[in-house]
């Protein structure tokens, strides 16, 4: 039986030399049909063009460079100016000594050759003008859409907590602890009531930015780790390190429940009695540092995030950071002298 043939591959243009091809075209038009006693013949159009075109060619991988550097607008105007210039004449030479070589034009002076240089440098000047926006737009274009999706991974991030935080055996240990101290300290329980309804009222409340300041984050996993050691007793020791000047540094919503109930979750399983957990944060500079670490031992996630798994919460907040912080932050998983660690280093101006 014969093979199917395989379907013909299709060749296309990229987007850039599609816009090189329309542009350089556009212009050996306008040469032909209004500049006609300069440029007598078709041959003369295209070789005028090609030699452009290829003029033209060395102008993207530097303004690539220059823009991967951070390089000011008024030096990328200064240096567009400069290479333009630059290349304006080397254009000129190339498409003058080809006539002169081939006897087709002969040499009618230096100003004559100073005006061909003033007339071919705009040219340049207008295709990195054209380049340089394009690329301006594509940036404001891609920054909108990380500002969209990272506004679809907040809320996410809320549902999220709700599934792998607030699950039924949650409340339900809660409740129990709760209906424990009612009998036993009605005074606590009191103050357990406030605290569950604290974090639930935070777990809940619709977040009208991406960010809050990291005193909002560090308030609300206080109140769960207060939950948690009512469930656990005296099992569950939690300290605090956060410097003042950390508290203010914005930070993505529910960045650090996940990585709270980690610890207690995964520390509870691996550490002898007590479960230590502590919860620091500092500034260095523009850096905000923040840590949670706990006593045990680390469990490798699986492969593919389980549900109410490692994975899961981990996952969610390697994406969310990757999406607000692109370029701009760390987030590393140690494990060292009995001390399982999860730091998050975030560079100030990374969010949306």
């Known amino acids: 039986m014969a093979r199917p043939p395989l379907p013909a591959a299709r060749w296309r243009l990229s987007p850039y030399w599609t816009a090189q091809l329309l542009g350089w075209g556009a212009y050996a038009a306008a040469k032909y049909l209004l500049a006609g006693a300069v440029y007598p013949s078709v041959g003369r159009v295209l070789l005028l063009v090609g030699i452009g075109l290829v003029m033209s060619l060395p102008l993207r991988p530097l303004y690539q460079r220059l823009r991967r550097r951070g390089i000011s607008q008024p030096a990328m105007i200064l240096l567009a100016v400069g290479a333009s210039f630059a290349l304006a004449n080397l254009w000129l030479l190339v498409y003058d000594g080809l006539l002169h070589w081939s006897g087709a034009l002969r040499f009618e002076g230096w100003a004559s050759y100073s005006k061909g240089v003033l007339n071919k440098t705009p040219v340049l000047l207008a295709w990195s003008a054209l380049y340089l926006g394009i690329k301006h737009q594509q940036e404001l274009q891609a920054e909108r859409e990380r500002t969209l999706r990272a506004t679809a991974l907040a809320t996410e991030a809320q549902l999220e907590m709700l599934r792998y935080q607030l699950q039924p055996h949650f409340l339900f240990n809660s409740l129990n602890s709760l209906r424990a101290l009612i009998a036993e300290d009605p005074g606590r329980a009191r103050e357990m009531v406030t605290e569950l309804a604290d974090f639930l009222r935070y777990s809940l409340l619709a977040q009208g930015a991406t960010e809050v300041p990291l005193a909002e984050e560090i308030a609300s996993i206080r109140r769960y780790f207060t939950l ?57 500079g523009p850096l905000l540092l923040v840590e949670i670490a706990n006593t045990g031992r680390w469990c490798e996630p699986a492969p593919v995030p389980l549900e109410n798994g490692l994975g899961v919460g981990l996952a969610n907040v390697r994406e969310r950071l990757a999406r607000l912080y692109p370029g701009r932050h760390r987030l590393e998983i140690g494990h060292e002298n009995g001390w399982v660690q999860a730091r998050i280093e975030l560079m100030n101006g990374g969010g949306p």
């Not at 950390?246 to 007590?274: D, M, Q, W």
Request: glycine share 4%; no cysteine; net charge neutral.
């Open 228 to 284: 948690e050691q009512v469930r656990y007793e005296g099992r569950l020791q939690v300290s605090f390190e956060v410097e003042p000047e950390a508290e203010t540094h914005p930070v993505p919503s529910f960045l650090l429940h996940p990585l709270a109930e980690n610890a207690v979750k995964y520390g509870i399983r691996t550490s002898a009695s007590p479960l230590r957990v502590r919860v620091a944060a500092r500034t260095h």
